[in-house]
Structure formats: C-alpha cells, structure tokens
C-alpha cells in the first residue's frame, strides 16, 4: 500500500500559494514559455518551481511532450482543487471588503434555464428600497437546478432559483416557494400555427420540436406528459437551454419550441414568439433554495424577499 504521509504532510505544511497560482498557469497555458510571460518570470525559474513542486508531492503533476505540457490524472486532480482555493480567496477578500464596507450589497444568485425574467424585476424592487447610489454587485448565474445546487452548497451561490428535485435530496437546505409556472409552446409570429386555435399535439409532429436536453428534470415532467397525451416525439429533436438557439430555430426554421411560461411571455412582449393555443398540463413549482448553514447574509436575505415579493405580486407564473 502506497505510503501517503509525505504527501500529505507537504500539502499541510509545505505547499504555498504562489505554487498552486504556478500550477493554474501551467494547466491554463500547458507551455513554459507562456507561462514565464504570463507569471513575468524566467522559463528557467518556472521549471524549478514546477520540479520543487513536484519534488514536495513526491508525483509527476506534468508530462513534457514536442506540443508542450500535458498534465497527469495528479495534476488535473490538483489543479482543480487549486481553482477552488484561488475562488475562495476572492471570496474572501469580497467578505472581507463587505465586512469593512458594509453598504456594498453583493449576492450570487443561481437561476435555472428559463427563470431569468425574474431577475429583472426583481432587481428594480430591490432599488428602490434603496437611495440611487447604493452599490450593489449582484451575479448571475444561469444553469439548470442540478448544476446549481453543488455551487450553492459550496457557498459560490448565496441564493439558487430553480423547480427543486426530491425533497429528500435538498433537506439541508432552506426552501421559499416562489411561484408555479407552466410549460408552453411557442412559434414565430409568422407560423403557420401562430393564429390557429385549439391545437393537438399531434398537429405539430411535421415542425422540428426544440426541448430541453434529456438529463434534465423539466425533460423527464415534459415526456411524461406527452405519454399522457399519447404523442410521440416527430422525427427531428433540438435539444438545447440556449435561448438565442431556441429564438434562431423558431424564428428561421419555422420549429415549435416547449418553453416556460414566464420565459414564453417575456419574448412574447418582445414579439419574438407567439405563444400557441394548446393545452400542455404540465406545471412546475419554482422555489429559492438557500443554505440553512451558515446563514445567507443580509444582503441575501434581503434579495430573497424581494424574490418572494415579485413572484407574489406578478403574473410571472401561475400563482398558487
């Protein structure tokens, strides 16, 4: 069995930081030379410290070949953990800045595919319970729920939006109900469907359809439902989450797409779509998903409600 005391005592004791930011800079750039410029430092000075390091973890971490550096399952392995800690060094120089400045308001908000005309409105709530030069960093990340819920957990999101999986899968975690939306389809004002009424699902099987991929959870809800309608999928299937490929499909390939509500009304407004006339029966309950520990911290908490402010006083979903 391989003795690992040497390498743990050196990742404990004897790694330094300079050395996992010269690690990211040799995965990123896999070229010495790159890497002196990238560092300001000498080609000679980058493969000692490389060897030092390597020395230390007792592990190759690259392998030298004619293209260049190619790293090893160790040094891929390291090389993310080091990504981690540089993430969280930054977070911690915000937390920091935040706990010496705190009238600067930053949240990390995680919405699923198809959430995101919340965030607008929800953000123009949030100003004006505040004077007009209250900074304020807000990010968002837009990524289906099961993407989201490791980076929450993590802490790199403070809040996730999203339609939860298996209650018994999130039971560390704090749930607001937000809204209930549906799922809808949706063409270019220009199709042939657009004006219809009363429209089958089968009327659309000669349309590319354009769906979520078939990992996600809304895709499983939507399959089910089209076992219940006893429609089968047509011939040609997009699976995509991008919006600007939905949008192209629709708009040029004359293709029906299965949105969500609130996604559907938002670029309906915008006379992108024309939301079609037919009864899906599916419906998905949105909720804000935060940590339970440590605590969201005030800025979080405070985003949160106007999250549940907005899906309470909009029609952004069907409410309860």
């Known amino acids: 069995m391989t003795n690992t005391a040497p390498l743990q005592n050196f990742l404990k004791r004897g790694l330094k930081l300079r050395q996992l930011r010269l690690l990211l800079a040799l995965d990123n750039h896999r ?4 890497v002196a410029d990238a560092l300001n430092i000498t080609q000679p000075a980058v493969s000692k410290a490389l060897a030092e390091l390597e020395q230390g973890l007792g592990v190759p971490l690259f392998l030298r070949t004619p293209k260049g550096l190619e790293p090893t399952a160790e040094g891929s392995c390291l090389a993310r953990y080091a990504e981690i800690i540089e993430e ?47 900074p304020l960093d807000l990010t968002v990340h837009e990524a289906p729920i099961d993407t989201l819920l490791p980076l929450l957990r993590s802490g790199r999101l403070d809040i996730a939006v999203g339609a939860p999986p298996e209650s018994s899968t999130i039971a560390d975690l704090q749930i607001t109900p937000l809204y209930v939306d ?14 219809t009424s009363h429209i089958r699902l089968h009327d659309l099987s000669d349309y590319i359809w354009v769906m ?5 959870r809304r895709r499983a809800l939507v399959d089910a439902a089209l076992r219940r309608h006893g429609v089968a999928e047509p011939a040609q299937v997009v699976e995509t989450l991008s919006h600007e490929t939905i949008l192209g499909l629709v708009q040029r390939q004359n293709a029906v797409a299965l949105v969500m509500g609130g996604l559907a009304r938002s670029f309906e407004s915008r006379g992108l779509v024309q939301i079609l006339d037919i009864e899906m029966s599916q419906v998905l309950q949105v909720v804000a998903l935060t940590r339970q520990q440590p605590l969201p911290s005030a800025a979080a908490l405070e985003l949160l409600d106007c999250l549940a402010e907005q899906a309470a006083s909009s029609s952004f979903g069907l409410q309860d």
Do not use: F, Y
């Open 31 to 34: 070229h010495v030379g790159r």
């Open 212 to 216: 979520t991929p078939r990992a996600s």
């Open 88 to 134: 969280d060094l930054q977070r911690a120089a915000l937390a920091l800045e935040s706990v010496s400045r705190p009238q600067v308001w930053r949240v990390s908000l995680g919405v699923m595919h198809g959430g995101t005309p919340i965030v607008s409105p929800t953000l123009e709530r949030w100003r004006k319970k505040h004077p007009p030069a209250t």
């Open 182 to 195: 549906n799922m809808v389809w949706v063409v270019s004002p220009h199709h042939p469907m657009a004006k």
